[in-house]
């Protein structure tokens, strides 16, 4: 248990469909990110989120949405998926986002569960 | 292009021994690197850091080793368990957007009893 909990665990969804994937964390961190997992390929970051703002957007298709209405929740809707979004899909959070000093212990990023998204 | 490689992406090792773990980066401006060590089912949980001004970094049976100038680091895990059978990824940052964890492939490292 990391203190970071996404629902749900498995998604099947057709193309045409509109879901959405849940994250929480309940370590009082302030920074939160979307993280993509296919198979053979490492970690790629999609979005990340300090004090419920967007910093980071790593030219992921509009078809991904992000939404971080508190600290503690992140939120990522998906319409109109194609077939090769098919994948795990990783919320994370940290201490803090800190611009430009470099990290220290504590900025580690600890990872939910995942949900592995399958579209068909 | 990719920035963190692990280039092993298996490993298997008897329980008891010593499993080494290696990754190499070409991004001259990371300078701090992280190990996750992922179970089935599961997400990534962190495993042991170093930050680029030290070399080594020892926590309980897990050690890193970092060599700068070969761009270089690997996870020593002493003695080996059968619940170390994982995958494990190195990860790596750079100044100034640490939040910006680039993972390399991961290493399905299995211990045998």
């Known amino acids: 248990e990391t203190g970071v909990t996404q629902t749900p665990r498995h998604l099947v969804m057709g193309m045409t469909n509109k879901k959405s994937l849940k994250c929480e964390q309940h370590l009082g961190h302030n920074a939160m990110y979307w993280y993509k997992q296919s198979a053979k390929k490492p970690l790629e970051l999609m979005f990340v989120y300090s004090l419920e703002e967007r910093v980071e957007n790593n030219s992921v298709p509009s078809r991904f949405s992000p939404e971080c209405p508190n600290s503690s929740h992140l939120f990522l809707h998906l319409h109109t998926l194609q077939p090769e979004d098919s994948a795990l899909y990783l919320c994370?959070?940290?201490?803090?986002?800190?611009?430009?000093?470099?990290?220290?212990?504590?900025?580690?990023?600890?990872f939910g569960q995942g949900t592995r998204l399958t579209v068909v | 292009d990719q920035q963190v490689k692990q280039n092993s992406p298996s490993l298997s090792v008897q329980e008891g021994r010593i499993s080494i773990l290696n990754c190499d980066y070409t991004?001259?401006?990371?300078?701090?690197f992280l190990w996750y060590k992922k179970y089935p089912a599961e997400g990534p949980t962190f495993l042991i850091s170093?930050?680029?001004?030290?070399d080594k970094n020892e926590d309980g049976r897990f050690t890193v080793f970092l060599n700068k100038s070969a761009k270089h680091l690997s996870l020593h895990i002493v003695p080996s368990q059968p619940g170390d059978s994982a995958v494990y990824f190195c990860a790596a940052s750079a100044r100034g957007s640490n939040y910006k964890l680039t993972f390399g492939k991961g290493t399905l490292l299995t211990v045998n009893p």
């Open positions: 991004n001259s401006m990371f300078d701090y």
């Open positions: 994370a959070s940290s201490q803090d986002y800190i611009r430009g000093t470099g990290l220290k212990k504590g900025t580690e990023a600890f």
């Open positions: 170093i930050s680029s001004i030290k």
